[in-house]
């Protein structure tokens, strides 16, 4: 029977399943959260598989528009926007690109879920398939609060290949595609911790030390009890994996990574109709040196196809202002930082409440450059370019000439 998506989500439930898996998309991103779904309710059907649509306010939106795409499983529950309780939300919306705030509402969204009296909770990226249950990670949260996975769990040789490890040093140690949670003492206190850090320090500014939730992520074995990494092979592999370990099919059609089944493949950066997206992340492996690569994102892009859900050219509902105006990240980053010039601004997505508001973000663009060290670096590398094309033109003319 069809599951409504007018259900009060929190309202309590009883005999709630203790097991939950959760993802985080905007409207944009619902296709591959609904082939996502597939996968998890496939392979764990004992468990409440929620989607989290953080640029939707209501469940009867979700219903006009989700059910006349796609017949909904009956397995899938569904939190808007207004349900993760953000702190000020049109505010924390406006401050992060699309990206930022989606990575941004993670743990709220798993608070959430963790409120309706799941005690086992796993987030995952939209952009990954389940493959078989996850039964190392139920084990494993049996005496563990936070399970994280590492992007490395064998040095990378120093080779000038890409990345290096001191990549990972900048970018986080764990990849944020994945967290599980325990819900006791410690892992709620994660969960609010991370809460506290992501309303307004969110952002990309790698060269800065910041990358969004995932660079937080470094700190959590230090600062709380029973965290523990999980260092199978198999799950949230992803690009990074690709020379730690080979991906084989066995001829029963199961993936193997290394000697470990593969359990969840997180697709990051994977383009469907790019099959050397992968590749241009990292120079260590071709694609042509594993061959059962090209099978696995095959099956994925035929389960995406799927899915009616057409979403790939939706904007988020957050990325204008209310008049239609395109929002410039230097807009978003006045917002977090609270800049004194627009401190009075009640909404800073409704221009018609603020005459003016278009050209007051805009006298702020000039000192916005410096606000972040990426973007320093970006400006620096911006004015060492035109100034080598101008010696470059110099250079031509006077060999033409000489």
């Not at 926007?81 to 705030?101: G, H, I, K, N, S």
């Not at 939730?213 to 994996?241: C, E, I, M, T």
């Amino acid at each position: 029977m069809q599951n409504s998506l007018s259900e009060a989500i929190d309202e309590p439930r009883d005999n709630v399943a203790p097991r939950a898996i959760l993802t985080v998309v905007t409207q944009s991103h619902l296709k591959y959260a609904m082939t996502l779904a597939r996968s998890c309710v496939a392979c764990e059907p004992d468990c409440y598989f929620y989607i989290a649509v953080v640029d939707c306010l209501s469940k009867s939106e979700l219903e006009e528009s989700v059910l006349k795409e796609d017949k909904c499983l009956d397995a899938v529950r569904w939190l808007t926007v207004e349900e993760l309780r953000l702190p000020d939300w049109r505010r924390m919306a406006f401050q992060y690109t699309p990206f930022e705030y989606v990575c941004a509402c993670k743990p709220f969204a798993m608070r959430a879920v963790r409120q309706l009296g799941h005690v086992e909770l796993v987030y995952v990226d939209a952009d990954m398939w389940l493959y078989q249950p996850m039964d190392e990670v139920w084990e494993e949260l049996k005496t563990a609060s936070v399970l994280l996975t590492p992007h490395l769990i064998q040095p990378l040789p120093d080779d000038g290949g890409f990345p290096s490890e001191s990549e990972y040093l900048r970018c986080g140690t764990f990849n944020g595609g994945f967290v599980a949670i325990h819900g006791n003492a410690d892992g709620d206190s994660m969960l609010d911790w991370w809460c506290t850090r992501m309303a307004t320090d969110c952002i990309v500014d790698v060269m800065g030390g910041i990358f969004v939730d995932q660079k937080w992520l470094n700190l959590v074995p230090g600062l709380f009890p029973n965290v523990k990494s999980l260092r199978h092979r198999g799950y949230n592999a992803g690009h990074w994996s690709l020379s730690q370990a080979s991906i084989k099919k066995e001829p029963d059609g199961r993936f193997l990574i290394g000697d470990s089944p593969l359990v969840l493949f997180h697709f990051s950066k994977f383009l469907p109709d790019d099959p050397y997206s992968f590749e241009r992340q990292q120079s260590r492996v071709k694609l042509k040196e594993i061959p059962a690569l090209k099978p696995l994102m095959e099956r994925y892009w035929r389960d995406l196809d799927q899915t009616k859900w057409q979403t790939s050219k939706l904007e988020s509902r957050f990325e204008r202002l209310s008049c239609g105006t395109l929002i410039e990240p230097s807009w978003r980053e006045a917002v977090r930082r609270g800049h004194i010039s627009i401190r009075d601004i009640a909404d800073p997505f409704d221009s018609s409440a603020t005459p003016g508001l278009v050209e007051r973000y805009r006298q702020l663009e000039s000192e916005a450059s410096d606000w972040r060290v990426d973007w320093k670096y970006a400006k620096k590398r911006s004015k060492w370019s035109k100034a080598w094309k101008k010696y470059r033109r110099r250079l031509i003319d006077w060999w033409n000439h000489r």
